[in-house]
């Protein structure tokens, strides 16, 4: 049988298990991702000599892959006495290398603030931080949602390389049951149609929030 309906239903809660795995594991680095992201985009505004350091390390961590940074949190941190478990270096890795993307993205918002505004700020003999948190940060946050938002769909499909660590994920699980059955079809659809339904999800949740901050804003 190409589709047994049986076996299906036999192995939907391990799955389900696993799949709660991949959704902490999304979310958790993406909390990670997003807040670290917007704390180096500030600090390079905020403290012009970090800005040489801060892009430097950006750079580097976008032009290595994710699987090596992954094996490095894992494999090269316990020499320096850094033990982390599978889950926890996996999360780091992804949210450590989705916060350079981030950081990006929240300084293309930055520089689309006008300029007259940055000087009002020092005119009023505001704080770095009142300017930020009442001024800078609540208009360049609505128009770079979408584009944190595809980093979020992204992050969510590179869960499947934590199965590198042996963090049985939805596509470690999956490749497990298909390794003790021989049925591979059921599992990996599965999970296939899983990962499509949380990307549109995702999507659509995203886009929720674009037109929430749109209102606000146009309030």
């Known amino acids: 049988m190409i589709w047994d309906w049986s076996f299906v239903l036999e192995i939907l809660p391990t799955l389900a298990r696993a799949a709660?795995?991949?959704i902490e594991a999304t979310l958790l680095g993406f909390v990670i991702?997003?807040?670290?992201?917007?704390?180096?985009a500030v600090i390079r505004i905020a403290v012009p000599w970090t800005s040489w350091p801060i892009s430097v390390l950006v750079e580097l961590i976008r032009s290595t892959p994710l699987l090596i940074q992954i094996f490095f949190l894992y494999f090269v941190f316990p020499k320096f006495g850094v033990v982390l478990d599978a889950f926890t270096a996996g999360v780091l890795a992804i949210g450590l290398h989705y916060a350079a993307y981030c950081s990006e993205v929240y300084r293309a918002g930055f520089d689309n603030i006008p300029r007259g505004q940055w000087e009002a700020s020092i005119a009023l003999n505001l704080s770095p931080?009142?300017?930020?948190?009442?001024?800078?940060?609540?208009?360049?946050?609505?128009?770079?949602?979408?584009a944190l938002g595809n980093y979020l769909v992204a992050l969510f499909k590179e869960t499947p390389l934590l199965s590198a660590i042996a963090v049985l994920e939805m596509m470690q699980t999956a490749k497990i049951i298909g390794s003790e059955t021989f049925r591979y079809?059921?599992?990996?659809?599965?999970?296939?149609?899983?990962?499509?339904a949380?990307?549109?999800v995702s999507a659509?949740?995203?886009r929720a929030v674009e037109r929430l901050l749109n209102r606000r804003t146009i309030r």
């Open 20 to 22: 709660i795995v991949t």
């Open 33 to 40: 991702a997003a807040s670290l992201g917007l704390v180096l």
């Open 129 to 146: 931080l009142t300017t930020f948190r009442d001024i800078i940060i609540p208009q360049a946050i609505p128009p770079v949602v979408p």
């Open 185 to 196: 079809t059921e599992p990996m659809t599965l999970v296939g149609l899983f990962f499509l």
């Open 198 to 200: 949380m990307s549109l």
């Open 204 to 206: 659509a949740m995203i």
